[in-house]
């Protein structure tokens, strides 16, 4: 929602149902801002189950799949973002990927490695429940786990979409 205010945003989920919702300017999630953004502003936003579609034509690819903590096995179970991460290179070989889900140290590193690919940051997101849009338009700082061209555009972006326009950008290492 953030960026569809000012750029084409091409959403890709699993489920029909919120791929349904997004379409019908209804929101996924419990949030009054994004609730509102949904009402009162026209955002460049399509949502759909196609990953060709979705990933195809983009110049980046937000990667913000579950990862949830196994408290038996003490790690992180990271196979929605592996899945995405293979689609995304298999339909489009030149996007920085950008991985906004909640990941182990080291994971984006290994992952480089693993799929012989320099493309993948992390950019960790500073979210509280219910005030994901809030706290994206006027974020404390922005980080990318990159030091690339790519990485400093898209974070300029992110800081255009906010409503604080000198925060500061920090282009980090990888993991």
Same mark, same amino acid.
């Given at each position: 929602?953030?960026?569809?205010? &000012? ?16 379409? #019908? ?5 419990? /949030? ?8 009162? &502003? ?7 189950? /196609? ?5 195809? +034509? %983009? ?5 913000? =799949? @579950? ?5 038996? %096995? ?36 290994? &992952?480089?490695?693993?799929?012989? /690919? *320099? ?12 005030? =994901?849009? &809030?706290? +994206?338009?006027? @974020? #404390?700082?922005?980080?990318?786990? *990159?030091? #690339? ?12 979409? #906010? ?11 990888? /993991?």
């Amino acid at each position: 929602v953030l960026l569809a205010r &000012q750029h084409n945003v091409i959403a890709f989920d699993i489920d029909a149902d919120r791929v349904e919702m997004l379409n #019908s300017g209804r929101s996924t999630v419990e /949030d009054a801002g994004i609730e509102k953004a949904f009402r009162e &502003q026209k955002l460049n936003l399509a949502a759909t189950l /196609d990953a060709k579609k979705a990933f195809a +034509n %983009a110049d980046f690819i937000i990667v913000a =799949a @579950p990862t949830n903590y196994d408290e038996k %096995a003490h790690h992180f179970d990271t196979s929605a973002v592996e899945s995405v991460l293979r689609q995304a290179r298999e339909h489009n070989k030149n996007a920085l990927i950008v991985i906004k889900s909640t990941i182990p140290v080291g994971f984006t590193s290994s &992952q480089r490695k693993k799929l012989g /690919d *320099s493309r993948i940051a992390f950019s960790p997101e500073f979210l509280r429940e219910g005030k =994901a849009l &809030q706290d +994206n338009l006027y @974020p #404390s700082r922005i980080i990318v786990g *990159s030091k #690339s061209d790519e990485a400093r555009k898209f974070a300029e972006m992110l800081r255009c979409a #906010s409503l604080t326009p000198n925060v500061e950008i920090l282009l980090t290492g990888s /993991d």
